[in-house]
């Protein structure tokens, strides 16, 4: 498993998206898992959730949310976000948005937009546009693909 793609939305929110065996795992900038990408067929529990993926096994906790894919481990912090997907954890501002993705980290200038990702800085024009930098940045061998605002 490793991190491949992050789209960020210039206006502050993004997903993260995982990928994992034969597929993908997307999380949202507050922290909840956005969408599951697996190749196979489809098996439903007793509750009528996804069990199984082809033969990757799908794991729910207590308060339903994912909490493994086959091998995998996913975490939750006490707030109910996303804190770890496997070996990768999933960091938090003081507003609740995902400041941190492994050792990548986020940052938001004061109307909540993206600033900084990494060492890799975001500006923005008058209209709140991006001005600078590209708006491909690959940091820490993740692609950052900002969306939005040009």
Do not use: C, R
């Given at each position: 498993m490793k991190l491949e793609k992050m789209n960020i939305e210039v206006s502050g929110s993004f997903d993260a998206v995982i990928e994992v065996g034969n597929g993908?795992?997307?999380i949202s900038t507050i922290g909840a898992i956005r969408d599951i990408e697996l190749n196979g067929n489809l098996s439903y529990n007793m509750s009528g959730k996804v069990n199984s993926i082809g033969s990757m096994s799908i794991g729910y906790n207590a308060s339903?949310?994912?909490?493994?894919i086959g091998s995998m481990s996913i975490g939750y912090n006490m707030s109910g976000k996303v804190s770890s997907i496997g070996s990768i954890n999933i960091g938090y501002n003081m507003s609740g948005k995902v400041s941190s993705v492994g050792s990548t980290s986020i940052e938001y200038n004061m109307s909540g937009k993206v600033s900084s990702i990494g060492s890799a800085t975001i500006e923005y024009n008058m209209s709140g546009k991006t001005s600078s930098g590209n708006r491909v940045l690959v940091y820490?061998?993740?692609?950052?693909?900002?969306?939005g605002g040009y």
């Open positions: 993908t795992i997307s339903g949310k994912v909490s493994s820490n061998d993740i692609t950052f693909a900002l969306k």
